[in-house]
């Protein structure tokens, strides 16, 4: 049985969505969640699902959220952030069901100083539940990995009291993404700062499984979000499955991986250990990081030149793929794209049909959607319709 036995194509949410993260736990494979930014960008992810047979999440980050709505309007108070993310959500409605696979959109990072961002969206999937019966958005992610925990944890549950009345998914995180590089113990897989506690996990599970089932949580274990320089962190996806029994054991539960897992960072991970980490419950990983941007622009860019980020590995993804078919079709076509009349075939050749855009940015949709069918093989995610 696939997941079109179980659910309807198009945008899923609530039981629908708690229906495929089920599936993808029970049959090991995890679904990637590919950062847009545009209508291009968003049809090709939905291309590249449907071409194999696969369900798909595609999420919006705070700054392409804005880029969504223009880069003329301003973003005071999160507003373009907001239009954009729910002008985003409403497209994907409206198109996703002609490609004929399960949708789950979702809005990436949101760190505390960006909660306006949240709160306008969530406002929205109320109003969209009032007359639908259903959020707008399947899910949302507040990424409070910086608070202390406990306040990371009670935001977190005043958001999931509410997203729960309205059948909304919570993404939370926690485990360390600060600059710091003072304590850092290299040996220990233990260091509390660079991998998420057991206790820590048993403390957001108990809070919030009092509330709903539907939350993920996107733990640290070495998929450092923060400034860490390469090979001080080991990468230990096996510490998910100490969490899983964790949870089970504390709270007598039947069910042997409880927690839904989410993998930040991880594209640049080699297949075994994506494999560990799906083997323990990982639903979701995040293939492109808008959000990476977003974070370089806000410390001025000065880590880049010192650090390195292992969030940096997502970079060459989805971004680089699309640009890498436009930059080969000019490459190609050069000749061709000088001026709109005149070229190597003759000085009064027109030379429309080569720089229409549907024509360059076809070419960048075409590599993009290689890289997310390889991102979907990568986690098993293929033919499971
Ligand atoms: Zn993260």
């Known amino acids: ?44 992810v939905l291309e590249a699902a449907r071409d194999i047979k696969s369900p798909i999440i595609i999420q919006f980050s705070n700054g392409g959220s804005a880029y969504f709505a223009g880069k003329g309007l301003s973003n005071a108070g999160e507003k373009a952030s907001i239009l954009g993310a729910i002008a985003g959500a409403y497209y994907i409605r409206r198109v996703a069901p002609a490609y004929g696979i399960p949708v789950i959109v979702h809005s990436d990072h949101c760190a505390k100083k960006l909660l306006p961002w949240f709160d306008g969206m969530l406002a929205e999937d109320e109003a969209y539940f009032t007359q639908h019966g259903e959020p707008l958005f399947s899910s949302h992610m507040l990424d409070l990995s910086e608070e202390p925990k406990e306040e990371n944890i009670a935001i977190c549950l005043k958001y999931l009291n509410r997203m729960a009345k309205i059948d909304c998914l919570l993404e939370m995180e926690i485990g360390i993404t600060g600059g710091e590089e003072d304590g850092v113990n290299n040996e220990s897989v233990d260091n509390a700062s660079l991998y998420t506690q057991p206790e820590d996990i048993l403390d957001i599970y108990r809070a919030f499984s009092g509330v709903t089932d539907l939350f993920t949580i996107a733990a640290a274990f070495g998929n450092v979000h923060g400034v860490y320089k390469v090979g001080n962190v080991q990468l230990h996806p096996e510490l998910l499955g100490k969490h899983q029994a964790h949870v089970q054991k504390h709270l007598g539960l039947k069910d042997d991986k409880p927690v839904y897992f989410v993998f930040h960072g991880g594209s640049g991970s080699s297949p075994g250990e994506i494999a560990t980490a799906v083997s323990h419950g990982v639903i979701k990983m995040n293939v492109d990081t808008g959000w990476f941007h977003d974070l370089i622009c806000d410390f001025g860019g000065h880590f880049a030149l010192i650090l390195i980020f292992r969030h940096f590995l997502d970079i060459k993804d989805t971004q680089w793929a699309y640009w890498l078919g436009i930059k080969e079709y000019y490459e190609k076509k050069k000749g061709y794209l000088q001026a709109q009349v005149g070229n190597p075939d003759g000085d009064d050749k027109p030379n429309k049909k080569h720089y229409d855009p549907r024509v360059f940015i076809r070419e960048g949709e075409k590599t993009m959607i290689k890289r997310v069918q390889e991102a979907c093989k990568d986690l098993g995610n293929v033919g499971t319709l």
């Open 1 to 44: 049985m696939g997941i079109l036995d179980l659910v309807p194509a198009g945008v899923i949410t609530g039981h629908n969505l708690r229906k495929v993260l089920n599936y993808a736990k029970e049959h090991k494979f995890a679904i990637p969640a590919v950062n847009c930014t545009s209508t291009s960008t968003i049809n090709a």
